[in-house]
């Protein structure tokens, strides 16, 4: 099974709105790990990792994110993967 690892830095009104946790449940229906924070900026850090279309699914929920969440841009860095296992929500 081919992985791949995406770093993604996510832009808007995407604190207090539970991004994060509507996020970590998403990546859970899709089987995709990593992890996901929010950063002192007011932006949201996620790092995904899973099979090729199941990343590329929560990448574009990631656009949307949740109803509250107004997303105006995602930065996308592809990496090597690191084997993460579970998805968690931290910091």
Not at 10 to 23: A, D, E, H, T
Not at 57 to 71: C, D, K, M, N, Y
Request: proline share 5%; charged share 30%; no cysteine.
């Amino acid at each position: 099974m081919k992985r791949v690892r995406a770093h993604l830095r996510i832009y808007g009104r995407v604190q207090g709105v539970g991004f994060r946790w509507s996020m970590s449940r998403e990546a859970r229906k899709l089987g995709v790990h990593g992890w996901v924070r929010n950063l002192p900026d007011g932006t949201v850090e996620a790092v995904i990792e899973g099979e090729p279309e199941r990343v590329e699914a929560l990448i574009g929920w990631a656009h949307q994110g949740p109803p509250l969440a107004r997303v105006t841009k995602v930065e996308i860095k592809w990496e090597e993967p690191e084997g993460l296992e579970g998805f968690k929500v931290v910091g």
